[in-house]
């Protein structure tokens, strides 16, 4: 049932942006370190072209993520149809991770005009296989809303409290590898 497909096309980049949720994985070459698994949402993830796609990423309890992508690069993100006719999509691929004083990171903030700040890093992920499979496990659901906690949480700790917060708790993944922090 699984089918590998070319390149995200036009109406793949749409569904994958109407998706509500999506998850990322990613994990430390050390055999024994941890797999991480995190759900994105928050209209936080954009297609570039057929084999680039970005998201805006918030702080939060860590930063897993960044600190695999530093290490090796190796990231796969999944999106489910909970909505509709049943679909996942891996998109397989390398990411790096861009930090808000880059040209780079200026050059793909507007692509998130709806999004407030404080943004603690884009990621971007250069797509090496993108894979189609059935989702008939999947169970249908209906969305009610995003939740808006983080962005006030966000709001609560402010620039200070958050930069604080990075150093202190985003720094090093849970294997303690480090994280790359804004300067």
């Given amino acids: 049932m699984a089918k590998l497909l ?3 096309d036009p109406a793949l980049a749409e569904w994958l942006i109407a998706q509500p949720l999506f998850f990322v994985a990613s994990a430390p070459l050390a055999a024994d370190g941890h797999v991480n698994l995190s759900p994105r949402g928050l209209d936080s993830f954009r297609v570039l072209g057929g084999h680039e796609v970005v998201w805006l990423d918030r702080f ?3 930063n897993e993520t960044a600190a695999h992508l530093l290490e090796n690069g190796r990231i796969t ?4 149809a909970f909505e509709g006719e049943p679909r996942i999509i891996r998109l397989y691929g390398r ?3 861009l930090l808000p004083q880059s040209a780079e990171f200026a ?5 998130f005009p709806a999004q407030p700040e404080p943004v603690r890093q884009i990621v971007r992920v250069a797509v090496e296989r993108i894979q189609s499979s059935c989702g008939f496990g999947v169970p249908q659901m209906t969305l009610d809303a995003q939740r ?5 949480w966000h709001r609560r700790k ?4 958050l930069e604080r917060y990075h150093r202190e708790k985003n720094s090093h993944s849970i294997d303690g590898l480090p994280a790359p922090l804004p300067k």
């Avoid at 993100?77 to 489910?80: D, G, P």
């Avoid at 050059?107 to 692509?111: H, K």
């Avoid at 808006?148 to 006030?152: K, Q, S």
């Fill in 148 to 152: 808006d906690e983080l962005l006030a």
């Fill in 107 to 111: 050059l793909l903030r507007p692509l």
């Fill in 158 to 161: 402010g620039d200070e409290g």
């Fill in 60 to 62: 939060g309890s860590g």
């Fill in 95 to 97: 990411g790096t991770v």
């Fill in 77 to 80: 993100l999944m999106f489910c």
């Fill in 6 to 8: 070319s390149h995200i």
